[in-house]
């Protein structure tokens, strides 16, 4: 098969002939149909703690198709043509790490962690279920954001979807932080007008826009320093949640933290109750991410993207169409 892989960094991914997985008798292949560029993507090809080994295949943001179903399940509720995507673990392995990827024609997965994409779902939009499903899981980790003012750091696709939700579990006030003018009108689209400079004076911003302190801070670009700046703007016993990836040391100021009694807390990943709720809002009409799509690219045009997006771009959310 035909898969995208990482040699090394520094290097762009190569377009190579690998062997199409092998599946155990308890595993399913999926024929990949989109799959989409996740961050933690660009930041595992980068040289540091958390690089990639050489020949990683990366993907876990994927849609596809059934094409086989190991022995062992017969009579599981899965067959072949079933369109599925799947939360990105194999027994303690990890899609698009420790076992290869969807930047390639197929990927095995664990029957345990597939999930069916209705009819009313297509394969384009099957590829943002994942994305969407992180930041409805950090969302539900705040807590609870209604009626309440929250700053969004970021307006990358995690920073979007986290800010959809928030909107969906009925905050009062929705500010995004963000200064690429692309990813501004980004938000925009999405319904989000409600933009302060990173630049500037956030909190005096804020206060300006919503009458109000962030009450609800999510940081999702993962900068060092980003996260003291969360602390010295907070209002009493305000909530701090990390999602950005920060792979250098960070250093704060735990006495203004604590001086406040600030909650500050870290979410990762998700469940399959949050890929299931996830699903049924999308065909429900209520979440709609599709609008962070701003590009579909082949896997021979990969390579060249992947590199575009080491650096700051006017791209949202790419998307690869492995059919193409």
Not at 174 to 188: G, P, Y
Request: aromatic content about 6%.
């Amino acid at each position: 098969m035909r898969a995208a892989v990482f040699t090394g960094p520094g290097e762009p991914l190569s377009i190579q002939d690998i062997d199409k997985p092998e599946i155990a008798d308890d595993e399913i292949l999926v024929q990949v149909a989109h799959c989409g560029i996740c961050g933690t993507d660009i930041h595992a090809s980068r040289e540091g703690p958390f690089m990639a080994p050489p020949n990683t295949v990366f993907g876990h943001e994927f849609s596809g198709e059934i094409v086989d179903v190991g022995s062992a399940l017969d009579g599981n509720e899965f067959s072949l043509g079933d369109r599925v995507t799947s939360l990105p673990f194999i027994k303690d392995l990890t899609i698009g790490i420790s076992s290869k990827g969807a930047y390639a024609e197929f990927v095995k997965v664990d029957p345990a962690q597939v999930v069916k994409i209705p009819d009313a779902l297509d394969d384009l939009n099957g590829a943002l279920i994942e994305p969407l499903a992180i930041g409805l899981h950090s969302v539900k980790m705040t807590d609870g954001v209604a009626e309440k003012s929250v700053l969004i750091i970021g307006a990358g696709p995690i920073g979007l979807a986290c800010a959809i939700w928030c909107r969906f579990f009925g905050a009062q006030h929705i500010v995004i932080s963000e200064m690429s003018e692309a990813r501004i009108d980004m938000a925009k689209k999405l319904g989000f007008n409600d933009i302060v400079d990173p630049s500037g004076d956030v909190a005096a911003q804020f206060q300006e826009i919503t009458n109000s302190e962030a009450e609800v801070q999510i940081e999702c670009v993962g900068a060092p320093g980003l996260m003291q700046q969360c602390i010295e703007r907070a209002p009493s016993r305000g909530l701090i949640m990390g999602i950005g990836l920060c792979d250098a040391p960070d250093t704060i100021m735990p006495l203004v933290a604590f001086s406040k009694e600030l909650r500050i807390q870290w979410a990762v990943a998700y469940d399959k109750e949050d890929w299931d709720f996830t699903i049924d809002m999308m065909i429900s009409g209520r979440i709609d991410g599709s609008a962070m799509i701003t590009n579909v690219v082949s896997l021979d045009e990969l390579p060249d993207i992947f590199e575009a997006l080491r650096s700051p771009t006017d791209q949202c959310k790419v998307i690869i169409d492995l059919k193409a």
